[in-house]
Nanobody, 115 residues
């Protein structure tokens, strides 16, 4: 069964940066479109960035120009570099396939942007 383990979150001041990492196991994911999602308190989970097998990237308008998604098929990892963070980026961040795997989501990693 696929397992997703996210890490790298934390508390950061506005304008700061964080790099999130996700390790994917239990599946050969190099053929999958992978994505990062986030869920803020009281809000629905939203997709913020996705990366296709060939490397094509798409971003939500709210993060375009600030976030960069990358993948390493050999290490089965998916990373999210987040720059120029704002309080509106505060959320729990998750990685998963797009569309999500038919398996439990990972625990996510909390990102809090606050001064």
């Amino acid at each position: 069964q696929v397992q997703l383990v996210e890490s790298g979150g934390g508390l950061v001041q506005p304008g700061g940066s964080l790099r999130l990492s996700c390790v994917v196991s239990g599946i050969i994911f190099r053929f999958d479109v992978m994505a990062w999602y986030r869920q803020a308190p009281g809000m629905k989970r939203e997709l913020v960035a996705r990366i296709a097998v060939g490397g094509t990237r798409n971003y939500a308008n709210s993060v375009k120009g600030r976030f960069t998604i990358s993948r390493d098929n050999a290490k089965t990892t998916v990373d999210l570099q987040m720059n120029s963070l704002t309080p509106e980026d505060t959320a729990v961040y998750y990685c998963n396939r797009d569309p999500p795997y038919n398996a439990p989501w990972g625990q996510g990693t909390q990102v809090t942007v606050s001064s």
